[in-house]
């Protein structure tokens, strides 16, 4: 019957053993993997020699070596006589492998100024047989060195024989936030807020997209924003490349979100988006922060210019002028801004383009703000001045007009602030009108404006003075006429 003759590379058996009485010896030279041989012998409690030698991995060329030694001794000392011939099992013999080490990355990696030859060297007096070719050395490992299967191994084996202890130390470089939050994430945890609090949930996506999403969103093929940055080893087609905008990536959110049945979705994300500086890249590039801002529903491009007003306010930025827009292709040109600040252009904001929309499956209208959030940190300013409450009430007046529709509701607001006579608290659009009795091209806008002096009590002629110095500014330069 047959019965186990052993646990392979951690204990021979009882049935084969050697005694006094043997005559014939069968000489095995094996190899056995390093992992199974580690797990046997922990399940079975036994830690012998072969096992200690065994887990740590042997070269498996050996075996033939090993058998050979001993019967050369059991000739020499007479202990009897080997019979000739052998057996051979080994399928897939192990062979010298040879790896490319970079000279640069030994540097980069040890942090000391090493030679090629130096490098060459020290492997060359481990017996890694190496030369060098070209900016690579190639290195040809033995095959008892288990242990060394890629560049880096070779890059610990020459800092072995460099000394560890004769790399010098440096201390790290980098900025002390004593223990709290930088001030740029200071400014972007304070924006989330203020997006929370006006009803916005977080959105999150991921860094690289389709290049087919250029397509759907109409960019040019001369744009710059196509300049991407492709990925060696993508997940596939989709998520190949890094993204220069977020805009797909927003549209691509609320297009789930519509066809899934959400009746309204309002969400906002500030992610990084990656311009090369060339391209083939041969440097970082250049990554800024976007704040994205995206919805459809029952509101209008208003709410979204008023959001993007509100994080300003709160921010503490001023002096933001909006720009109509009419040459994007993946917006709206009749209701699309460009933002400045300082004649510098920060971001854009509107309705999203119907043929866009098309290629999202969408047919509600959405709308999106773009804004450079490394802009916004820089002109932030959180310093507070705190006023006393107004002694003096408020005068309330309500302002109709009807305009054509091409001029910008932040013009005729200019045109109001520059005749207030610094009485002006607050100006608000609460209506916009087209139709019926309004004629065809024109619209109806409506304020809500909000007067104020700090030394004394307004009385109705002073309000009537200054709403008639705007009216008649109104009227000449955009032919606006009062709504009756």
Do not use: W
């Not at 019957?1 to 005694?19: D, L, P, Q």
């Not at 929370?196 to 991921?206: H, I, V």
């Not at 994300?269 to 990656?274: C, D, P, R």
């Not at 001023?318 to 971001?347: C, K, Q, W």
């Amino acid at each position: 019957t047959e019965k186990a003759i052993g646990i392979a590379g951690v204990m021979g058996g009882f049935n084969t053993e050697i005694t006094d009485s043997t005559k014939y010896v069968l000489l095995e030279g094996a190899n056995f993997n390093s992992k199974s041989i580690r797990l046997t012998s922990k399940k079975f409690g036994l830690r012998t020699e072969a096992s200690t030698r065994f887990e740590k991995g042997i070269d498996p060329n050996l075996c033939q070596l090993a058998v050979d030694r001993v019967c050369q001794l059991i000739e020499e000392i007479n202990a009897g006589v080997v019979v000739k011939g052998n057996m051979d099992v080994y399928k897939n013999p192990r062979k010298e492998e040879v790896i490319s080490l970079r000279p640069s990355r030994v540097k980069k990696i040890l942090g000391v100024d090493l030679t090629p030859d130096e490098m060459v060297d020290y492997l060359n007096r481990l017996d890694i047989k190496s030369e060098l070719e070209g900016d690579l050395i190639k290195a040809k490992i033995p095959t008892y060195r288990l242990d060394i299967e890629s560049e880096i191994d070779l890059i610990e084996e020459v800092g072995r024989l460099y000394g560890f202890h004769n790399i010098e130390s440096k201390p790290l470089i980098g900025t002390l936030t004593r223990g709290e939050k930088p001030y740029e994430r200071k400014i972007e945890d304070l924006a989330k807020g203020i997006l929370q609090s006006l009803g916005l949930n977080e959105a999150m996506t991921y860094s690289f997209i389709s290049p087919k999403a250029y397509d759907k969103i109409k960019l040019s093929e001369d744009s710059p924003l196509r300049k991407v940055i492709r990925l060696l080893n993508p997940l596939g087609e989709d998520y190949s490349v890094m993204r220069t905008t977020l805009l797909p990536n927003m549209l691509e959110l609320l297009s789930r979100n519509y066809n899934r049945g959400v009746e309204e979705c309002y969400v906002y994300e500030i992610g990084n988006i990656f311009i090369p500086k060339e391209l083939p890249i041969k440097e970082l590039p250049e990554e800024r922060k976007v704040l994205s801002i995206g919805f459809y529903g029952d509101k209008d491009f208003y709410f979204l210019k008023e959001i993007v007003n509100t994080i300003f306010d709160r921010l503490g930025i001023r002096d933001i002028e909006y720009v109509r827009e009419e040459n994007n292709p993946s917006f709206h040109p009749g209701r699309t801004a460009n933002v400045l600040t300082n004649g510098i252009n920060i971001g854009t904001l509107g309705e999203i383009h119907i043929d866009v929309l098309e290629n999202y499956d969408m047919k509600e209208r959405a709308y999106v703000a773009q804004i450079d959030f490394n802009e916004v940190i820089k002109l932030t300013n959180l310093e507070r001045k705190y006023e006393p409450l107004p002694k003096y009430p408020a005068v309330l007046r309500d302002l109709a007009l009807v305009v054509k529709e091409d001029i910008l509701v932040g013009d005729i607001e200019k045109i109001m602030i520059k005749h207030g006579e610094g009485l002006i608290e607050d100006i608000e659009l609460f209506d916009i009108y087209r139709g019926n009795p309004i004629p065809e091209g024109m619209k109806s806008v409506a304020f809500s404006i909000i007067f104020r002096s700090q030394t004394k009590t307004l009385r109705d002629e002073e309000i009537n003075k200054i709403l008639e110095t705007i009216i008649k500014d109104l009227e000449d330069t955009f032919d606006a006429k009062l709504r009756a």
